[in-house]
Nanobody
């Protein structure tokens, strides 16, 4: 079994910054990727940023230049640095981890990010 735990959400004013952290633990043979998704009320869950095991990243167009995903110091952890936050970034942010060899995807419980105008 694999556990994915997010931390670091909260309330911030527009233009501010937040850092989210995600840790995957448990029976992990190897990670293919870890990623951040978000879901705002009444909207579908969408990809925010993803980091693969070989270092490739991809970002939603709406966050390019403002958000950065990177490996954190501990094994199987990633951080999402969010700068220049906008009210439209308000959502529940979810982390996922895709494992090898069977490409199972595990999700965290989510962390709320609220950006006030």
């Amino acid at each position: 079994q694999v556990q994915v735990v997010e931390s670091g959400g909260g309330l911030v004013q527009a233009g501010g910054s937040l850092r989210l952290s995600c840790a995957a633990s448990g029976s992990i043979f190897s990670l293919l990727s870890m990623g951040w998704y978000r879901q705002a009320p009444g909207k579908q869950r969408e990809l925010v940023a993803r980091l693969t095991s070989d270092g490739r990243t991809n970002y939603a167009d709406s966050v390019k230049g403002r958000f950065t995903i990177a490996r954190d110091n501990a094994k199987n952890t990633v951080a999402l640095q969010m700068n220049s936050l906008k009210p439209e970034d308000t959502a529940v942010y979810y982390c996922n981890a895709e494992t090898l060899p069977y490409h199972y995807v595990y999700w965290g419980q989510g962390t709320q990010v609220t950006v006030s105008s």
